[in-house]
């Protein structure tokens, strides 16, 4: 009930295309969910984050689409640039705890 | 600002050794996790300090150990050293609180040989 699964695990899209990341998660106390991009040596930056109570939130290209019935959201990136090849995480957080669940990773390569 | 630093950020130690890393948080920021990030996997949680006190552990054996101290930095301990412990460090701060956002330092690799 911890897990958040991660997909798909490799993902190759052209430039000024749209990368789309899915999660989903089992436990219902999780009530933040961000996404994180981290280049290969470095620490994961935050990128985005939503909370249940809003279904989307968008900042510049990047989109959270969230959908609480179904314990499902996912992480649209427009316009894909090259700059954006990294490996992207989803996380969970939940209860009283600062304890992130992550998912397994989903590594993006965008070609010009 | 400066964000959170790790030190050292690569680390080279014998298999049964022992090893400390130091995370320094965002300042203003009271809390400090840390996790562990195995190649190819993301990263697992190891354990959260706020205010001086332990509010979390994940799932891994009691040779590791932190500590958080009065300005907020802390340390993880690693007690003899296993080959399997080779890996990405990460610290993470946050305000404290639930729900805040958390981010991350660069990281200490430990390579154990």
């Known amino acids: 009930q911890q897990q958040v699964k991660q997909s798909p695990q490799s993902l190759i899209v052209q430039k000024g295309g749209i990368s789309i990341i899915n999660c989903a998660y089992e436990?219902?106390?999780?009530?933040?969910f961000p996404w994180y991009q981290q280049f290969p040596g470095k620490g994961p930056a935050l990128l985005i984050a939503i909370r249940p109570d809003v279904s989307e939130k968008k900042e510049g290209r990047f989109t959270i689409s969230f959908n609480k019935s179904a314990k499902q959201f996912s992480l649209h990136i427009m316009d894909s640039q090259p700059g954006d090849s990294a490996t992207y995480f989803c996380?969970?957080?939940?209860?009283?705890?600062?304890?992130?669940?992550f998912g397994t990773g989903t590594r993006l390569q965008v070609f010009p | 600002d400066a964000g959170v630093t790790q030190s050292p950020t690569h680390l080279i130690k014998t298999r049964g050794q022992h090893v400390t890393l130091r995370c320094s948080p965002i300042s203003g920021h009271k809390s400090v996790s840390w996790y562990q990030q195995v190649l190819g996997q993301g990263p697992q949680f190891i354990f959260q300090y706020y205010e001086k006190e332990e509010r979390g552990r994940g799932n891994f054996p009691d040779r590791f150990s932190a500590r958080q101290f009065p300005n907020y930095s802390s340390e993880l301990n690693v007690n003899a050293l296993l080959l399997g412990d080779s890996a990405l460090y990460l610290c993470a701060s946050n305000l404290g609180g639930v729900s805040t956002e958390a981010f991350f330092g660069q990281g200490t690799r430990l390579t154990v040989v």
């Open positions: 436990n219902t106390a999780f009530d933040y």
């Open positions: 996380a969970a957080r939940g209860g009283n705890t600062d304890k992130l669940i």
